[in-house]
């Protein structure tokens, strides 16, 4: 992406909550990764910052360990992890202590005006403490940025709670919201496809489109993040932010440059035009549903509540039929369906087009099948266009007609470039002060406008989550109910 001159790279990178769970799986590795390639500043200097006792050595070992387990094996370098290691610290800090990042600060020392990245991959309920402790620290001013990834809020209110005290320290330009999903190649290739070839975009409108599906199905289940997903369920965890995400890029209309602000101002447009659910709409346009036991790869595994190990009714699969109320997408339904322990790994974004409004062939016995758009994101990266084509022969018995696919497979078309971890890129670009594929504040606060009125119709409707078996496609009533289409069929 090209920089504008505004932007200032970040030298150094203050990672509060380094010793968990999301900086080992996936920022130690892509941060690693971007150093192994050179693409991080060459006095790059990472600050691990938590509340386990440990010095600049024992975060080193656990980076090392991080990288090698997380890492693919092809990507990892004994030599290169060294030098990486070498440009690791550590420094204790309780928030409890209003003067505990003072340290830090004096650590980065005059490396302070070649700028400083703060990544605040702690809990949201401590951000007021590590706000206070920042600026007791004197580490926030023009130089100073700072990113936070979600769970930002559990509705709008709080998520405004939570906004407003980054915003006391951080201006907007400042502050980039992670949402992982934006850091995948596929999502952005969705940019490429639409605005960068004329065959798309005078078809993508309500005229020729006949639905949109969106899924995310996983097979994992609570991978050992029991409290946060008890409290926090599918909707909120997968729906308000990455698959919201992908419905304003598949939705938004065409922004007229490739900068943060054109693209965040198209985005939020569409989010805003989500049509809230009301207690009828929950019953006949929404399902929710829990695992159960089943067998994942032919393994048993346990269902939900005894994955948890008590009673719940936190939703593991959401299935949506959701309207934008613009001119674009007037009633085109927008199939929303996500959920931990289904049948198969696979996120898609799928078109489907409308049938051609007359068939020549009927009268021959050609059966005609419409159009499909299918961008594959996990597991392979590929983009798939069914076409009509003639099964070749003599015809004497009718015109024979079949679906094929234009495929692009992404792994085969650019098999000598790599297939990063989302974060990389994300990270890249915060140090480097793009905000292009962050999520701007607005954005966030009509996801949460929308998650809102789902919450609040499932509530008044009396929905309670319906019990699945693991490994298998969802709640039955996802089949059952015309209105929720299911996605895993085809
Ligand atoms: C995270 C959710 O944001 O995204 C997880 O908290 C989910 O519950 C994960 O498993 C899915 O991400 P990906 O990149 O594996 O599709």
Redesign the pocket.
Known sequence: MTQDSSHQHAATLILLGATGDLSQRMLLPSLFALHAENLLPGDFRLIGVARTDMDDKGFRKLAGDAVTQHLLRDRQNAARLAAFQECLHYRRADLDDGECLKPVRALVGDAAKNGIGVFLSIAPTLFVKAIAALSQADMAGEHVRVAVE?PLGEDLASSKVIDDTIASLFPEARTFRFD??LG?ETVQNLLVLRFGNMLFEPLWRSQYIDHIEIT?A?T?GL?G?ADY?DSTGTLR??VQ??MLQLLALVAMEPPNHYDADAIRDEKVQVLRALRGFTAKTAKTHSVLGQYGPGAIANSRVPGYTEDLGKPSQTETFVALKAYLDNWRWQGVPFYLRTG?RLAQWR?EVAIQFKPVPHSMFAGRGGKLEANRLSLR??PEEDVRLSVMGKVPGLDREGIQLESVNLDLSLATAFGNHRRRI?YERLLLDFLEGDPALFVRRDEVEAQWAFIDTVRKSWKEAGMMPQIYDAGSCGPDASFGQKDVKNCLDD
């Open positions: 979600k992982h999903y995948k995310v996983e994992v991978e993040r997903f965890d997968m932010n990455h931990k996120t994101l996990q989302a």
